[in-house]
T-cell receptor
Framework: AQTVTQSQPEMSVQEAETVTLSCTYDTSESDYYLFWYKQPPSRQMILVIRQEAYKQQNATENRFSVNFQKAAKSFSLKISDSQLGDAAMYFCAYRSSQGGSEKLVFGKGTKLTVNP | DGGITQSPKYLFRKEGQNVTLSCEQNLNHDAMYWYRQDPGQGLRLIYYSQIVNDFQKGDIAEGYSVSREKKESFPLTVTSAQKNPTAFYLC????????????FGPGTRLTVL
């Protein structure tokens, strides 16, 4: 079974600075998808960024980018120019590419605090 | 606006009672999911459905039941057999395989009194 580990329960960053959240996963599959979700205090889960394992290029969405290291099974999220609205829980998630295996496997999350 | 709605936002239940959480989507998505979130934990899958009239158990299905009579609706019943039902419940939907993004509703907070 696949597992996802987020080793940083809490992180903090100064506004306008850069922060990196770590995620490692365990799988025997060669093709899969990885996601970062944001959960603000409203508790609505919001998709931040996704990465297909077959793509070597790291995904980027505005101020959010990932460092995908397939051999190391590592998928970190970098937030640049941090804003107060980035404060939230961040969850890393894994999804198999095999048909019928549609569930997301989540890590336990990292609470990000942004200091003004 | 397209989206996923969950109701109610807060739900209180006495021990021994069954309760049903509503989840509706107007995104025309084929697949729908129910997750449970406990403090300090990630989300865990309860049930999912890829098409109407079909659903599969997730990792923690015991004490829960679902139905999928319409594409738009995927209600979750928390039965009295669920020993620790107090949690935050999130519903999600996706277009189904091979599309992989799941979109989430705002959630229901269930408290057992």
């Amino acid at each position: 079974a696949q597992t996802v580990t987020q080793s940083q329960p809490e992180m903090s960053v100064q506004e306008a600075e850069t922060v990196t959240l770590s995620c490692t996963y365990d799988t025997s599959e060669s093709d899969y998808y990885l996601f970062w979700y944001k959960q603000p205090p409203s508790r609505q889960m919001i998709l931040v960024i996704r990465q297909e394992a077959y793509k070597q290029q790291n995904a980027t969405e505005n101020r959010f980018s990932v460092n995908f290291q397939k051999a190391a099974k590592s998928f970190s999220l970098k937030i640049s120019d941090s804003q107060l609205g980035d404060a939230a829980m961040y969850f890393c998630a894994y999804r198999s590419s095999q048909g019928g295996s549609e569930k997301l496997v989540f890590g336990k999350g990292t609470k990000l605090t942004v200091n003004p | 606006d397209g989206g996923i709605t969950q109701s109610p936002k807060y739900l209180f239940r006495k021990e021994g009672q069954n309760v049903t959480l509503s989840c509706e989507q107007n995104l025309n998505h084929d697949a729908m999911y129910w997750y449970r979130q406990d403090p300090g934990q990630g989300l865990r899958l309860i049930y999912y459905s890829q098409i109407v009239n079909d659903f599969q158990k997730g990792d923690i299905a015991e004490g829960y039941s679902v139905s999928r009579e319409k594409k738009e609706s995927f209600p979750l019943t928390v039965t009295s057999a669920q020993k620790n039902p107090t949690a935050f419940y999130l519903c999600a939907s996706s277009m189904g395989f091979p599309y992989n993004e799941q979109f989430f509703g705002p959630g229901t907070r269930l408290t057992v009194l």
